[in-house]
């Protein structure tokens, strides 16, 4: 540090221009002598300063080396036998501080500040040490606490040998805990003894003799943990005994409900089914012992299981015995009287009784209706008895009855043709469907009427006439390929909607001649009109033989029918409607050579028409490898046709026939796969060879007129 001093003994004297007399030089001197001191005194000052500082300083880092072994004590990292040895590491390499300037005396004051600073932090360090030692102490202490602590969470474990098995950590608890340690391993065996009466606790929670047992130990005075549990502990432990007591009675009293209300059920379900006629099962009979015993329901139960076994065995004797059982028992009660259950098992009996007289009687009635179905004599419709057969039969032979299912529609038409009457059942179905407008409803129930009408059309001939007429003319429409909703809509509007004027006007105008011959030449005009042929000369005509060529017509004339009276009677308005109706249903295609009509046919299916398309061209690729599959290749007297069937209107695939030539003209079969099922086909316009070369032809224009584009820029 650099000491002020002004501009003391920097000045230069500067020569006097003239020569002057000094006088009273000697206070001068004296002057300059007073200034030196002054000057050696802050010098000392400085140095002082100095030293006191490096000592403080030095002070600061042994505290700092101090404050990281206590860290180093309190975290773990530092272990008791290390503080030592870390503190006279650390301040070896510490620097001592330097004191030049200072006398012999003052620099012995110093140098003795050093030593008691030093011998000041190694004394905090071993303070240090020893709570190091405390630690590691009492983590060993705590460590063997818990280990012997968790052997009494075991069942039947000895506590008195656990917790004499402490003592050898009497000297490890002193260093750890001091004069707390007896209090503390006093806790320990305390929490060890309520750990066992937890244990009990737990293990006694669903026995009420082991709660018992636990009750007595906590609270009789010779229990078990009267000197071993403090007040507090054992009144909280036996209020939870009490607890659990409480709720195993509780637990016990519902249980003892819950039995008697599934006894009485089961007991009061299994006379239901008795009572009813129906066969319980061996496992029913042994579950109904099983719930009942012990119970009050449980006499109850025998007597109903003692009523199914006297009725099995009276219809296995025959009516007289049944009749009989019943007499006895009456006359039995009468006389010597009986307790309640007794006068239900009567009943019970009595009631069995009249069923198998029922029964029997609707066995006779089911043979007369098998007899009509087997033999196919049909039943008199006039006598009431003979309905009430078929009603019965029907209800226990055709319970899954469905009239959307063609299965129960074709068991329906095989017993109603022979035995020439429909099931009540079925009428009601009937009367009820021809009132909604509902084509989910309308049309199956519709093709159900169709299918008994075209077996024995008598059979209907009891249904009221709207109800046949709206269900005939839903069955018709349906089968013409016009739309369900529209089907629907025209047949109600056609029965239940037009004035009987009109309806007078119209019937008339259908049976006129000029009618039919008009109605038949737009059929015949609508092909004309849909043939692929450029000429009229080339189209089917409707009237050469043919089954397909009379299903069109009839369907044509169906249909135009229809819609000449819902337009009053405009006959190119019905010709439009009708035309436009029947294209998505009938076409005329070549697809197995020469030009026919069909119906379903993929023009109308796909919506294609010419004389050329993409499915003749995908069909003869088809052809060919089928041919060549199974007959080697090209045969002159073998041809494969498509025909449509009833699947081609929901799946649009087609069936595939074999025509072979024979002497008397052709034999016809379905081709068979390898799967030995007759196969299918079905168009795919993208597989189309046709319209793979189309669609290729499209993107080599695409890639010309980029080209030439490019070649333009």
Same mark, same amino acid.
């Given at each position: 540090?650099?000491?002020?001093?002004?501009?003391?003994?920097?000045?230069?004297?500067?020569?006097?221009?003239?020569?002057?007399?000094?006088?009273?030089?000697?206070?001068?001197?004296?002057?300059?002598?007073?200034?030196?001191?002054?000057?050696?005194?802050?010098?000392?000052? !400085? !140095?002082?300063?100095?030293?006191?500082?490096?000592?403080?300083?030095?002070?600061?880092?042994?505290?700092?080396?101090?404050?990281?072994?206590?860290?180093?004590?309190?975290?773990?990292?530092?272990?008791?036998?290390?503080?030592?040895?870390?503190?006279?590491?650390?301040?070896?390499?510490?620097?001592?501080?330097?004191?030049?300037?200072?006398?012999?005396?003052?620099?012995?004051?110093?140098?003795?500040?050093?030593?008691?600073?030093?011998?000041?932090?190694?004394?905090?360090?071993?303070?240090?040490?020893?709570?190091?030692?405390?630690?590691?102490?009492?983590?060993?202490?705590?460590?063997?606490?818990?280990?012997?602590?968790?052997?009494?969470?075991?069942?039947?474990?000895?506590?008195?040998?656990?917790?004499?098995?402490?003592?050898?950590?009497?000297?490890?608890?002193?260093?750890?805990?001091?004069?707390?340690?007896?209090?503390?391993?006093?806790?320990?065996?305390?929490?060890?003894?309520?750990?066992?009466?937890?244990?009990?606790?737990?293990?006694?929670?669903?026995?009420?003799?082991?709660?018992?047992?636990?009750?007595?130990?906590?609270?009789?005075?010779?229990?078990?943990?009267?000197?071993?549990?403090?007040?507090?502990?054992?009144?909280?432990?036996?209020?939870?005994?009490?607890?659990?007591?409480?709720?195993?009675q509780n637990q016990a009293r519902i249980e003892s409900a819950r039995r008697e209300a599934l006894a009485s059920r089961q007991v009061s379900e299994y006379a239901s089914l008795v009572d009813n006629g129906m066969e319980p099962t061996d496992e029913m009979r042994a579950a109904l012992s099983q719930t009942t015993r012990g119970t009050t329901s449980q006499s109850y139960a025998q007597s109903v299981l003692s009523d199914e076994l006297a009725i099995k065995q009276a219809k296995l004797e025959g009516t007289q015995a049944f009749e009989s059982l019943i007499l006895n028992q009456k006359t039995e009660l009468e006389k010597n009287g009986g307790t309640a259950d007794q006068?239900?098992?009567?009943?019970?009996?009595?009631?069995? =009784?009249?069923?198998?007289?029922?029964?029997?009687?609707?066995?006779?009635?089911?043979?007369?209706?098998?007899?009509?179905?087997?033999?196919?004599?049909?039943?008199?419709?006039?006598?009431?008895?003979?309905?009430?057969?078929?009603?019965?039969?029907?209800?226990?032979?055709?319970?899954?009855?469905?009239?959307?299912?063609?299965?129960?529609?074709?068991?329906?038409?095989?017993?109603?043709?022979?035995?020439?009457?429909?099931?009540?059942?079925?009428?009601?179905? =009937?009367?009820?469907?021809?009132?909604?407008?509902?084509?989910?409803?309308?049309?199956?129930?519709?093709?159900?009427?169709?299918?008994?009408?075209?077996?024995?059309?008598?059979?209907?001939?009891?249904?009221?006439?709207?109800?046949?007429?709206?269900?005939?003319?839903?069955?018709?429409?349906?089968?013409?390929?016009?739309?369900?909703?529209?089907?629907?809509?025209?047949?109600?509007?056609?029965?239940?909607?037009?004035?009987?004027?009109?309806?007078?006007?119209?019937?008339?105008?259908?049976?006129?001649?000029?009618?039919?011959?008009?109605?038949?030449?737009?059929?015949?005009?609508?092909?004309?009109?849909?043939?692929?042929?450029?000429?009229?000369?080339?189209?089917?005509?409707?009237?050469?033989?043919?089954?397909?060529?009379?299903?069109?017509?009839?369907?044509?004339?169906?249909?135009?029918?229809?819609?000449?009276?819902?337009?009053?009677?405009?006959?190119?308005?019905?010709?439009?409607?009708?035309?436009?109706? !029947?294209?998505?249903?009938?076409?005329?295609?070549?697809?197995?050579?020469?030009?026919?009509?069909?119906?379903?046919?993929?023009?109308?299916?796909?919506?294609?028409?010419?004389?050329?398309?993409?499915?003749?061209?995908?069909?003869?690729?088809?052809?060919?490898?089928?041919?060549?599959?199974? =007959?080697?290749?090209?045969?002159?007297?073998?041809?494969?046709?498509?025909?449509?069937?009833?699947?081609?209107?929901?799946?649009?695939?087609?069936? !595939?026939?074999?025509?072979?030539?024979?002497?008397?003209?052709?034999?016809?079969?379905?081709?068979?796969?390898?799967?030995?099922?007759?196969?299918?086909?079905?168009?795919?316009?993208?597989?189309?060879?046709?319209?793979?070369?189309?669609?290729?032809?499209?993107?080599?224009?695409?890639?010309?007129?980029?080209?030439?584009?490019?070649?333009?820029?």
């Open positions: 540090m650099r000491i002020p001093t002004g501009n003391f003994g920097n000045l230069t004297p500067n020569p006097q221009p003239t020569r002057v007399n000094v006088s009273n030089s000697g206070a001068v001197g004296q002057a300059v002598e007073g200034l030196g001191k002054e000057i050696q005194q802050e010098v000392n000052a !400085v !140095v002082r300063a100095r030293a006191s500082e490096s000592l403080l300083d030095y002070q600061i880092k042994i505290k700092d080396v101090n404050e990281s072994i206590r860290q180093g004590v309190e975290d773990g990292s530092l272990r008791a036998d290390q503080v030592e040895k870390v503190y006279q590491d650390a301040v070896g390499k510490l620097d001592k501080p330097q004191f030049s300037g200072l006398g012999i005396a003052e620099m012995q004051t110093v140098e003795g500040g050093l030593k008691r600073y030093e011998s000041d932090g190694l004394s905090t360090a071993r303070g240090y040490a020893r709570t190091a030692l405390k630690i590691e102490a009492r983590d060993q202490v705590d460590t063997q606490l818990d280990q012997l602590g968790k052997l009494t969470n075991y069942p039947d474990a000895d506590i008195e040998k656990i917790n004499g098995m402490s003592a050898s950590l009497e000297e490890q608890g002193r260093i750890a805990y001091g004069a707390q340690w007896p209090k503390v391993r006093q806790n320990w065996v305390d929490q060890n003894w309520y750990n066992q009466a937890q244990q009990r606790f737990l293990k006694a929670s669903s026995s009420g003799a082991a709660l018992s047992q636990l009750n007595n130990d906590l609270t009789s005075e010779d229990g078990l943990y009267l000197d071993k549990l403090d007040p507090n502990t054992r009144i909280e432990l036996w209020n939870r005994v009490q607890n659990q007591q409480l709720q195993l006068w239900q098992s009567l009943q019970r009996r009595s009631a069995a =009784f009249q069923r198998y007289q029922e029964e029997q009687n609707q066995i006779a009635v089911m043979q007369r209706v098998e007899s009509s179905i087997k033999d196919g004599v049909p039943l008199d419709p006039t006598d009431k008895n003979n309905q009430a057969a078929v009603d019965i039969w029907f209800q226990k032979n055709m319970q899954g009855f469905d009239y959307n299912d063609t299965n129960s529609i074709n068991n329906l038409s095989g017993v109603v043709r022979r035995t020439g009457i429909i099931p009540s059942q079925v009428q009601s179905m =009937f009367n009820a469907g021809a009132a909604t407008k509902d084509p989910s409803i309308a049309v199956p129930m519709a093709k159900m009427f169709g299918g008994l009408f075209d077996n024995n059309p008598a059979a209907v001939a009891s249904m009221p006439a709207d109800t046949s007429a709206f269900f005939k003319s839903v069955y018709d429409y349906t089968n013409a390929g016009i739309p369900a909703d529209k089907a629907v809509d025209t047949a109600y509007t056609q029965t239940y909607q037009q004035s009987a004027g009109m309806k007078e006007i119209i019937s008339q105008k259908l049976r006129d001649k000029d009618y039919i011959k008009e109605r038949d030449g737009a059929a015949q005009k609508n092909i004309n009109e849909i043939s692929p042929s450029l000429t009229s000369f080339g189209a089917p005509a409707i009237t050469d033989p043919g089954v397909s060529n009379q299903q069109y017509l009839r369907d044509y004339r169906a249909i135009y029918d229809a819609n000449f009276s819902l337009t009053g009677g405009d006959a190119k308005r019905a010709e439009s409607i009708t035309n436009a109706q !029947v294209k998505n249903v009938w076409a005329v295609t070549s697809i197995n050579g020469s030009p026919e009509v069909m119906k379903y046919a993929p023009e109308a299916a796909f919506g294609v028409s010419g004389a050329v398309n993409w499915m003749d061209s995908q069909w003869e690729k088809e052809k060919q490898e089928l041919k060549s599959k199974s =007959f080697g290749g090209k045969r002159d007297d073998t041809e494969l046709l498509l025909v449509s069937d009833m699947f081609t209107a929901r799946n649009q695939d087609y069936a !595939v026939m074999v025509y072979q030539k024979n002497a008397d003209g052709y034999d016809v079969r379905p081709y068979y796969g390898d799967n030995g099922l007759p196969i299918r086909f079905k168009f795919d316009q993208q597989t189309s060879p046709l319209y793979k070369a189309m669609q290729g032809i499209k993107l080599d224009r695409i890639e010309k007129a980029k080209q030439r584009r490019e070649q333009g820029e």
